[in-house]
């Protein structure tokens, strides 16, 4: 295991090719566990580009485990300079009310939050209200919604929540965790996004790209999302949450993908265990940036004042 912290501090031993290693050389250096492969390389003739410089990265620093403290310490690092370079963090869902919020998490499942904010426009100015979706025609729902894929289930599921919230909570998007995961289709990751972002209840979403982070960053081990939102919570300060969440999965859209993470253009390689799972060519990694990062149309049609990127296309226009 590697401890980031120690290796944060003597930045001049560890990194043989900072220029390379980030947008940001100085603290490049902070990468014990590359930096301890690079000492190995260096001593090997048949690399060139290396320096038979003698090993400077002691190994038993190298590869003491990190601290449960420090590893806190790390991660509210990374949520701090998350917030930096994502000051305009939101959710990529654009909705009107926590109605609209709700039926758009429900139809993200399996597809992107941009084809979602391409179909709900339609869909939303025919059934406004729970009661005009509960008493939709279910087949004029699916051509509605069909560009999102899955969309017989997703018909059933939002006409299902919608009848329930009619019938069961007066047409209004109840406010709480226990009451919205009763409705069709709604687990604790879509309840969350409503409580974060409707209601302002702090809550942990974990997605595909908090899941992936989480375990890249050594925040947990756990594979399971419950498992993965319990162990993150006690990291991070209540009021951090929803915050949190939103930066950690712009970061996974646009930066640290699944595939390919653009590791030689991440702004916090100084603080992450997984460098060099991708990219790490600055030029190279910069062509693999998405949305605003890369210069590229955003998820959102409408997309909050302060986001830096253009908004999303309607669907059929070309970005
Ligand atoms: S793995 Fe992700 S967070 Fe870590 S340096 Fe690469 S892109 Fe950045």
Redesign the pocket.
Known sequence: MTNPAKAAAKPVKAAPEPAKATTKPAKAAAKPAKAAKAVTKAAEPVDGAAKPVKAVVKPAKATRPESHLAMVRRARKINRELAEVYPYAHPELDFRNPFELLVATVMSAQTTDLRVNQTTPALFAKYPTPEDLAAAVPEEVEELIRPTGFFRAKTKSIMGLAAALRDDFGGEVPGRLEDLVTLPGVGRKTAFVVLGNAYGVPGITVDTHFMR?AR??KWTEQEDPVKIEAEVAGIFPKSEWTMLSHRVIF?GRR??HARK???GA?P??HL?P??G??ETDPEKAKKLLKYEKGGFPGQRLNPPPDYPGRPAPPLGASS
């Open positions: 982070l890249r960053w970061h930066i640290c993470p653009a590791c991440c916090i390689t992450c997984a460098y799972e991708g």
